[in-house]
């Protein structure tokens, strides 16, 4: 009798051991599929960060062109007025250095 309670007592305990293994295998898989789900999901986030970036860099540059463009057709209409703000932006600019020293 001994025999077949230590014999039950080592099967009940492989029982468990197996149970806890299965546990610890769905908990392993579940977490692999979680990171894996995450990792998906910042992929797109950051296809999404991406594309609008490229968007609002685009749109900045073309804003620059036309202001480019505008700035110069202004300073070819009107070369006198160009040259006086320029020279009044240069006598404000060392005027305000000159007061920091």
Do not use: W
Not at 26 to 31: F, P
Not at 49 to 54: C, M
């Amino acid at each position: 009798m001994a025999t077949t309670t230590k014999s039950t007592t080592q099967s009940k305990a492989h029982e468990k051991v197996d149970e806890a293994a299965e546990a610890a295998h769905k908990g392993v898989d579940s977490a692999a599929q979680a990171k894996e789900q995450s990792q998906e999901r910042i992929e797109e986030v950051a296809q999404q960060i991406s594309e609008q970036a490229h968007k609002i860099a685009d749109t900045a540059k073309n804003q620059s062109e036309k202001v480019t463009s505008a700035i110069g057709e202004y300073a070819k209409e009107h070369p006198v007025k160009t040259i006086g703000i320029a020279f009044l932006a240069g006598a404000l600019a060392a005027s305000f250095l000159c007061k920091r020293k």
